[in-house]
């Protein structure tokens, strides 16, 4: 199962970012030029080649969660209201990144981020309070989606 997710990982990340199409301006620039040193030539094509450098600026644009920060909050107090109880407004911390982990909620609405946002409070979680509270969950996922996910 670990290397079917890593493998889907894997094909996201090379779709998501252009890896293909990099690949080819890379191979016809080293049939063209034929160059001594075709490691050297490479490094400077992907550092200075105007398609790569536009195809890398478009795969993060790809990436950017473009919706209103109104719309951001509302799914994300959705996805809090699905993990906290009911009669509740925190959570302790050790139930909310198990459920956080586990939440379809999350996967739906931030399908590109679901990850990064589950990562930042898994490497966080020693500064965070024992109790999780709405403003606390907003506050790192917030962080999160003002990046380009890392897919």
Not at 23 to 40: C, G, T
Not at 118 to 135: E, G, N, Y
């Amino acid at each position: 199962m670990r290397n079917e997710e890593l493998l889907d990982d894997m094909t996201r990340y090379s779709l998501g970012n252009c890896v293909k199409e990099m690949l080819q301006i890379m191979m016809e620039r080293i049939i063209i030029e034929q160059p001594n040193a075709p490691i050297d030539f490479l490094i400077q094509v992907v550092q200075n080649d105007p398609q790569i450098i536009a195809l890398d600026i478009e795969s993060r644009y790809h990436r950017m969660d473009l919706r209103s920060m109104g719309t951001k909050t509302r799914y994300l107090k959705l996805i809090f209201n699905d993990i906290v109880p009911k009669s509740s407004t925190d959570v302790t911390k050790a139930i909310f990144l198990e459920k956080l982990q586990q939440s379809s909620l999350l996967h739906e609405y931030f399908p590109r981020h679901r990850k990064d946002i589950t990562s930042a409070f898994l490497q966080q979680q020693k500064q965070l309070p024992s109790r999780i509270s709405f403003i606390d969950f907003s506050l790192v996922a917030k962080q999160v989606l003002s990046n380009p996910s890392v897919l």
